[in-house]
Every structure is written in structure tokens, then in C-alpha cells.
């Protein structure tokens, strides 16, 4: 079974804390993304990633950065946290051995600054 | 500029009634197109799913969709809902060559006894 997993489901933070969001995915994929879920916004997307090290910019990439070392592994990392980061995050990536478009997410990492 | 939009927020059925999730579309072409499902506390799951051909397509779960370029729309439907159906859906839509999805607000179904 295809597995995309989060480290951590839920954590709290103090604003101006350094954060580190992991997720590994064991499906091969060269293709991972960070979203950000907010009530009435839907999903957004922060930053993707097509190959090891690389990286591009999603639609909101302001206060977040990256980091993809291994292909199975796709890191956010929030610099200095604020409290309008205060979100849920999900982490995906992409097959597209059916066809573009299937996404596995994972579960979810909720994330409040306090 | 290229958009989705559910403009259903909430919507409450009885279990056992017919559903429909309304999703429309703005683009130049017409984007492969996606519906998935959050239950509560989870990540999201593919229903199903429309590249091209039959514009009536069969999801998981008793899920179908039916899409109309006429109309730019790209609806959800099942017969008879269940309980467990209850959840936040989302209609996503992507260009083709271009891995990043574009998902809509999402609309969460509430069923009532």
C-alpha cells in the first residue's frame, strides 16, 4: 500500500521558533508537494519539488523554504514562525504512471503558533 | 487567471437521498479534471478522476461525474449517500504538462439521519 507520511500530526510553537515539517513517501515519486489547508481557502499550494534538489515556488511560498536531499524525503521549513502559519500543512506526492493529476497526501501536520 | 470554483460551502442531506456537488472550471483549455474526499482528521483521497472520452466517469465509493464543457463544470454525484460519506470534498483541475493542482474551497456534506 502507497504510503506518503508525516512526522508529526500536531505541533505547537512559539512565534519566532524555527520549525521543521518532514514527509517521507515510499512510492519512488520524483514529483512532492507542501500545501497548506485553511478553512474557506481550500488547499494552497507553498513549494513543490521535481527531483532531488530542486525546488520550485507555489502560490505562496513567502515565509516557508524547502529542502529535498533524497528523493523520498521533502522538508518545510518555517524560518521564524508567525502566528498566521497557523495551519494545517499536507504533504503529497505524484504519480504519473495513471495519468498526471494522482496526488497521495499524507495525513496532515497541524501546526499552531503561539 | 485560471480558477475552480465549489460554490456550495456546506451542504446537509439525509442519508439515503441523492447528492450533488456542483464544481466549476476557468481555463483556456480543458484541464484534466479531479474530485477528492478529506474525512475528518485525514489527508485526501482520489475519487475519480477525467482526462478525456466518456464524460460520465465512475469513482470509488459509488462516486460518478459528469463532465460539460459547455457549461465548464465538472459535477459530483451518488445516489444514495451514506453515513459514512460525510467528509469535505474537492474538485481540482490541472493543465496538461503541468504537474501542480489547482483545488477549489472545498464543500463540506453533513448527512442527517
Known amino acids: 500500500d502507497v504510503k506518503v507520511t508525516q512526522s508529526s500530526r500536531y505541533l505547537v510553537k512559539r512565534t519566532g521558533e524555527k520549525v521543521f515539517l518532514e514527509c517521507v513517501q515510499d512510492m519512488d515519486h520524483e514529483n512532492m508537494f507542501w500545501y497548506r489547508q485553511d478553512p474557506g481557502l481550500g488547499l494552497r499550494l507553498i513549494y513543490f519539488s521535481y527531483d532531488v534538489k530542486m525546488k520550485e515556488k507555489g502560490d505562496i511560498p513567502e515565509g516557508y523554504s524547502v529542502s529535498r536531499e533524497k528523493k523520498e524525503r521533502f522538508s518545510l521549513i518555517l524560518e521564524s514562525a508567525s502566528t498566521n502559519q497557523t495551519s494545517m500543512y499536507l504533504c503529497?506526492?505524484?504519480?504519473?504512471?495513471?495519468?498526471?493529476?494522482?496526488?497521495?497526501f499524507g495525513e496532515g501536520s497541524r501546526l499552531t503558533v503561539l | 487567471a485560471q480558477s475552480v470554483t465549489q460554490p456550495d460551502i456546506h451542504i446537509t442531506v439525509s442519508e439515503g437521498a441523492s447528492l450533488e456537488l456542483r464544481c466549476n472550471y476557468s481555463?483556456?483549455?480543458?484541464?484534466?479534471l479531479f474530485w477528492y474526499v478529506q474525512s475528518p482528521g485525514q489527508g485526501l483521497q482520489l475519487l475519480l478522476k477525467y482526462f478525456s472520452g466518456d464524460t460520465l466517469v465512475q469513482g470509488i465509493k459509488g462516486f460518478e461525474a459528469e463532465f460539460k464543457r459547455s457549461q465548464s463544470s465538472f459535477n459530483l454525484r451518488k445516489p444514495s449517500v451514506h453515513w459514512s460519506d460525510a467528509a469535505e470534498y474537492f474538485c481540482a483541475v490541472a493543465m496538461f504538462g503541468n504537474e501542480k493542482l489547482t483545488f477549489g474551497t472545498g464543500t463540506r456534506l453533513t448527512i442527517i439521519p
Open positions: 503529497a506526492s505524484l504519480s504519473w504512471a495513471s495519468g498526471p493529476g494522482e496526488l497521495f
Open positions: 481555463y483556456g483549455a480543458t484541464p484534466y
